[in-house]
């Protein structure tokens, strides 16, 4: 039975409270629909913003489903894992009294890794001959289990035999029963997981990919203590969800996550797995000292101190993300993410500092300081400005930003908006090539070119591009550091600045050279770097150019981090990054502004070993994938 229902997409989206759209937002919108309804469902999962490169990256259920595909003997067993029942296990065949070459259990049934046929053998002999078969011993409560000749007792072997024994997915014990830290659970390792037996709780079995993801909470030590289920489906590929006596453990061959206090509360009411943010990607990690979150397969759910709790879909959380999340520009968000108009035009509030703005064809995009105080002012009138465009230009610089009903040029108070004759369709705002009445679904993984695309072998000549050279691309929060020597400043703003590159002179600096010669677009894993790292003078001596250098993992727990976790898996190859960058300010038509990043790379080999540039430099895509490093 195929166990997958996609709940993301346009459709998904009606699980949500349907705003009233005002006249002015239904006036907007009134002849896009043909447009959207052309959407897929895997449209809503990966609306791209223009903080992340790959906008064409899998989500995690088509990841699943892929999985499920490549691994048939993985989905057999999934199924038996959560029948959680002996009716569809075969018996074990009766023991023989002598060793019979060929007649054998060890003959029909596949041993365990290191378990040798002579010793499987010798077992099921002495299992025969011990009271004509019957294996239980009946002063000790346990039963000795063919072919590991280990031990099973009470509850936990009731609930062993319940599941099928050695020929279940537990597969035969690994180990005798043993005693919990907390000196009073106890457990037993199968080959295919374990079972844990508490006397508040009673005996639970926990799948291999179960323990993996409990184990990165400290297992029964941790907030989610002992399991009182065993697993159980969801509406995703090859996903169980287990509870526990703090909360619920979710997990798969490629992901997991738990759930438990206020978050698991408010996932509950929105409809767990069934609700169009998916599933727990993350356990509950802190933000700042005031603020949890757990991120989804869709989306987050963000908690505060006062116990209040928001959640948004995984397209303005990318945004969200690159701004510092809770403890960023925007902070915590008023509301959740809100439809304007379902499916189409969705707003997330953050009181009085912004939004961040979404629509199903071009993406999400955050406004704040003036930039939002002239939308806000404009947005019920007869002249409101539109939809926000995403764009490559700052939003803090405020140099250019543009509307569906025209652009916003200036800066500080200095704003001057210019509006077009009529409102422009947002099929103007597709990648070239593509029709809105008869795109394909790959045509329809919709974000605007201008936002996003940097095509490096036909950049603009070098005296065009250092027109626009100094425009900030990512202009961060202040940085401390707790230097003084070599004129190094004790607290500047992380800052990405355009840049100019010419690949035939190997000549640049800033978001240009970064991206197209070293593969290096993530602002956020830039900014933790220099954030983190320790400072290297010797690179650049009596300059202003400064050296940072770590090495980031990537783990299978959902944790980026500088550190290795003993819990999590590696997902790719650790990476070692390296920033060179100018805190100073520097003189001319930008005055008074740091420079910011000069150049970004990662140090590696290609294949064959080929040591000359850029291949040794360049990151790998999934280096771009990371929206936010967690430290």
């Known amino acids: 039975m195929r166990l997958v229902r996609r709940l993301v997409g346009v459709s998904a989206v009606m699980l949500l409270a349907i705003g009233v759209a005002s006249p002015v937002a239904q006036a907007q919108v009134e002849d896009q629909f043909e447009l959207v309804e052309e959407i897929t469902d895997e449209q809503f999962a990966d609306d791209g913003v223009d903080y992340v490169p790959n906008r064409n990256a899998p989500t995690v259920e088509e990841q699943l489903e892929d999985y499920e595909t490549a691994h048939p003997e993985v989905v057999v067993e999934y199924h038996e894992q959560v029948n959680d029942s002996k009716d569809n296990v075969e018996e074990l065949p009766l023991p023989k009294r002598d060793i019979v070459a060929g007649d054998m259990r060890s003959d029909v049934i596949e041993l365990p890794e290191g378990v040798s046929k002579e010793k499987a053998d010798q077992l099921e002999v002495a299992e025969a001959r011990l009271n004509e078969g019957a294996r239980l011993m009946a002063t000790t409560g346990c039963e000795v289990m063919w072919p590991t000749g280990f031990s099973v007792c009470g509850r936990i072997l009731d609930t062993y035999r319940q599941v099928g024994g050695q020929l279940s997915w537990l597969g035969p014990p690994k180990s005798n029963e043993l005693t919990n830290p907390d000196g009073v659970g106890k457990r037993s390792e199968f080959f295919g997981g374990a079972i844990y037996w508490h006397p508040d709780t009673g005996a639970y079995a926990v799948t291999l990919d179960g323990l993996r993801q409990w184990g990165t909470l400290n297992w029964e030590s941790g907030p989610l203590g002992y399991p009182t289920s065993g697993p159980m ?10 509870t526990f006596q703090g909360g619920d453990n979710y997990y798969n061959p490629l992901t997991g996550g738990a759930v438990w206090g206020d978050i698991k509360q408010r996932y509950e009411e929105l409809g767990g797995s069934n609700h169009a943010i998916g599933i727990p990607i993350t356990n509950e990690l802190p933000s700042g000292t005031e603020y949890f979150y757990n991120n989804f397969s869709n989306g987050t759910i963000s908690w505060r101190n006062d116990r209040q709790t928001r959640f948004m879909y995984l397209a303005t959380q990318r945004v969200w993300d690159a701004l510092g ?26 009181a009085e500092r912004g939004v961040i703005a979404w629509n199903g064809i071009l993406g999400a995009r955050e406004l704040y300081g003036d930039v939002y105080s002239l939308w806000l002012q404009y947005q019920n009138t007869d002249t409101p ?28 108070d200095a704003l001057t908006w210019i509006p077009d004759d009529e409102e422009r369709s947002l099929e103007d705002f597709l990648p070239i090539g593509s029709s809105g009445s008869s795109s394909s679904s790959q045509e329809m993984t919709l974000f ?21 050279e100094n425009n900030i691309e990512k202009n961060g929060g202040p940085i401390k550091k707790e230097y003084s020597s070599r004129g190094f400043p004790t607290e500047f703003r992380f800052v990405v600045r355009k840049g100019h590159y010419d690949r ?108 000359h540039e850029p291949e040794i430099s360049q990151c790998p895509d999934h280096v771009n994938l990371y929206n936010k490093l967690r430290i």
């Not at 968000?333 to 997330?348: I, K, M, N, R, Y």
Request: glycine share 8%; charged share 20%.
């Open 233 to 242: 489906d969801t509406n995703y590929p090859l996903t169980q969800r287990q």
């Open 325 to 350: 999340r809770e403890t960023g520009r925007l902070g915590f968000p008023e509301a959740d993410e809100t439809p304007e108009v379902s499916g189409l035009f969705h707003v997330v509030n953050f």
């Open 385 to 412: 400005l539109g939809w926000p465009i995403p764009s490559l230009t700052s939003l803090n610089e405020s140099l250019e930003q543009e509307f569906t009903r025209g652009v916003v040029l200036g800066s500080g």
């Open 448 to 468: 605007s070119q201008r936002a996003q695309y940097v095509d490096c072998k036909n950049l603009p000549d070098l005296d065009e591009q250092r027109k626009t």
């Open 504 to 611: 035939y002179r190997n000549e640049g600096w800033g978001y240009l050279k970064n991206y197209c010669k070293h593969n290096f677009a993530n602002h956020a894993m830039a900014e933790a770097v220099v954030d983190k790292a320790v400072i290297d003078y010797g690179s650049s001596p009596g300059t202003s150019y400064y050296k940072f250098e770590k090495t980031v993992y990537f783990l299978d727990c959902r944790t980026y981090t500088f550190n290795k976790n003993s819990g999590c898996k590696e997902m790719h190859a650790p990476q070692w990054v390296t920033i060179i960058y100018n805190p100073h300010t520097f003189t001319g038509a930008n005055s008074n502004r740091p420079k910011g990043v000069i150049s970004a790379w990662c140090n590696s080999t290609p294949p064959g070993g080929i040591e």
